[in-house]
């Protein structure tokens, strides 16, 4: 069996990190209020907001803070809703999202996550309502790019927020406290990443 070295050398914030960092409390509270948005348009059609509801999908995906760890932004850009090929898209099937496509699909396979059930129940209503293929798309209904992600976390942070700097905070406020080598291989293996790199990405 490899061995895991959990002894990493301190990593410190860079100056655009430092800048940028947001706690874990205050996506909390900025996803909170996007859910209560999401919740509110999809039980009045009257006024659904796209833009907004890919905030909340976002945030949900990204932000660390709905009961999913931060995966890498383009495994969800391309997740299909319908017309996938199992075998070969990332998919979202019956509260399970399946991933065929990320960065060390070489190394790890399909990946299969639960989707927390509050948040099924959302994903849900929100596929009943969306004619794309794609679970997250622009308003020209293709699907979102790396930078139109990376906007749309600016917009809703009102900083520089990236996917990667999610990551960041989201392993920085996991492991503050060290967890059992067991939670950290779970975590890292929902991320697509080893527990080495997964160190890597905690800040001090």
Not at 90 to 106: E, L, P, R, S
Request: proline share 3%; no cysteine.
């Amino acid at each position: 069996m490899k061995k895991v070295n959990l002894v990493t050398k301190e990593q410190k914030k860079d100056i655009k990190q430092e800048l940028n960092w947001i706690s874990t409390a205050e996506i909390q509270t900025i996803y909170n209020g996007l859910l209560t948005k999401a919740n509110s348009m999809l039980s009045n059609k009257q006024i659904f907001n796209a833009p907004t509801m890919m905030e909340f999908l976002l945030l949900s995906f990204l932000g660390g803070v709905s009961g999913i760890a931060p995966r890498r932004s383009l495994d969800y850009a391309l997740l299909k809703v319908k017309n996938y090929d199992a075998k070969k898209d990332n998919y979202y099937k019956a509260g399970k999202f399946y991933f065929n496509i990320y960065k060390t699909a070489k190394n790890y396979g399909l990946q299969v996550i639960d989707v927390p059930k509050d948040l099924n129940i959302i994903l849900k209503r929100w596929i009943k309502l969306n004619n794309n293929d794609y679970m997250l798309y622009s308003t020209n209904g293709n699907p979102l790019t790396s930078p139109q992600i990376t906007r749309i976390l600016n917009k809703v942070f009102g900083k520089n927020v990236s996917t990667s700097l999610l990551r960041h905070i989201y392993l920085t406020d996991v492991y503050k406290n060290m967890p059992a080598l067991s939670k950290m291989e779970e975590l890292a293996a929902q991320m697509s990443h080893s527990v080495g790199q997964a160190l890597e990405y905690v800040k001090h």
